[in-house]
């Protein structure tokens, strides 16, 4: 029989994971690797999700604290959407998925986990990647490890900003 481990995944079950505060209100802008942020500047962030669907799932969220779309000014919505780009072509430079899952949820009963304070997901995509670990026990199976997916990423989403600028 083989093992699945998982370990890091207890901090999580246990409850052990709650921080301070919010996840998305940062203090700097910069890359931050203990908390997963790949980008953030005055309008957004983007950073990895700790506990992902995949691996390179990411997170991208207004810098202000606000819960709903029409608390977003018109330019902190276009630069939102621009980073949403920067997202993508990072994540397809450096992982070359099929295809993404975009979207949001707002409100608890949509699924939000953090529902005050708005956020996007990208979720890459691979033929192939839904197996059977899903569908039988409920566990997801993320082949590679956060820190190795987030100093794969740091460095392309910097390239991907570089050349956009």
Not at 21 to 39: N, S
Not at 110 to 132: F, M
Request: charged residues 25%; negative net charge.
């Amino acid at each position: 029989m083989d093992n699945l481990w998982a370990p890091w995944r207890m901090t999580y079950i246990l409850g052990q994971d709650k921080t301070e505060g919010c996840i998305f209100c940062l203090d700097k802008a910069g890359p931050d690797k203990d908390r997963l942020v790949l980008f953030a500047d005055e309008v957004g962030l983007v950073m990895m999700n700790r506990y992902p669907y995949n691996n390179g799932h990411l997170l991208i969220a207004p810098r202000r604290h606000v819960s709903g779309l029409d608390d977003l000014s018109p330019d902190e919505v276009h630069r939102l959407m621009a980073l949403q780009c920067r997202a993508l072509a990072a994540l397809e430079a450096e992982m070359n998925p099929d295809g993404f899952n975009i979207g949001l949820n707002l409100g608890r009963v949509a699924g939000a986990g953090i529902e005050t304070h708005l956020h996007y997901h990208i979720v890459p995509r691979w033929s192939g990647d839904v197996n059977y670990m899903t569908v039988l026990a409920e566990v997801r199976v993320v082949p590679e490890h956060l820190e190795a997916t987030f100093d794969r990423l740091v460095a392309r989403f910097q390239e991907v900003t570089d050349a956009r600028s």
